[in-house]
């Protein structure tokens, strides 16, 4: 099975500028943004915005109730979902603050949001405030790049993007509306491979020809349309 993440950076005033359309599982850790551009967009002592669709599941090697990252800045910012607990971690210089968060929801897509305003944070599941935190100190700013994934994670995601203003929760709302279908989810990417099955039947698939007709179907209306139509059930 392939997976699809798209990068895309959203410009203040700017629209979308897509940096990265590729194929990736969740199980393989992925760079979505260089260390630079993560400081710059994500990490200044402004505002910033992080969303994305992901579909998540446990995989195989998940033990225990050890968290694991979906998203993270490392040494700044970390999403860490388990079996057990859902928490955003946000590193200062001198401390850890950890946002406790409710359940991520497994096996369905939803569209996570990090918003931040100085030291404000706000996390959105959909089109709901799940957790707003104020941090007693700014976060770190180092420079790391933004990672997404995990070895021990199934799944996958789309559409991730990344504003170096904090949208308005209403702006996410039109945003996740403007990106998924009427069952909230991300339209397939028209390159998603077939299972093989179907792909191998399509690819077969022919029409099948009468002997001394050619290979055109005999359903097949006429060129002009002024000529009479005939087929063999005349």
């Given amino acids: ?35 630079e551009n993560t400081r710059k967009k994500l990490l200044s002592s402004g505002g910033s915005t992080l969303s994305g669709f992901f579909n998540v599941r446990f995989g195989n090697r998940t033990q225990g109730t050890n968290p694991i990252q979906l998203v993270e800045i490392r040494d700044a910012l970390i999403f860490e979902i388990s079996p057990v607990l859902t928490q955003l971690r946000v590193f200062r210089k001198d401390g850890v603050e950890t946002i406790p968060l409710p359940a991520f929801p497994l096996q369905k897509w939803v569209f996570l949001t990090i918003l931040r305003d100085g ?16 941090l007693d100190k700014y976060p770190n700013p180092v420079s790391n790049p933004l990672m997404i994934g995990s070895k021990e994670l199934l799944g996958s995601a789309v559409n991730i993007l990344a504003n170096d203003k904090r949208m308005s929760p209403s702006e996410i709302v039109g945003l996740r509306n403007s990106l998924a279908d009427t069952n909230g989810a991300p339209p397939v990417d028209p390159s998603f491979p077939l299972p093989n099955v179907l ?3 399509l690819k077969n698939l022919q029409v099948a020809c009468i002997p001394g007709m050619g290979c055109t179907p005999v359903t097949s209306p006429p060129a002009n349309r002024l000529k009479i139509w005939g087929t063999i059930y005349n």
């Avoid at 599941?125 to 799940?130: P, S």
């Fill in 199 to 201: 792909a191998d039947g």
């Fill in 119 to 134: 030291r404000r944070f706000d996390v959105m599941y959909n089109d709901r405030i799940v957790a707003s935190h104020r």
């Fill in 1 to 35: 099975m392939t997976y699809y993440l798209s990068m895309s950076i959203i410009k203040s005033g700017n629209g979308v500028e897509y940096l990265v359309s590729t194929s990736i599982p969740l199980d393989i850790p992925y760079q979505a943004l260089d260390s």
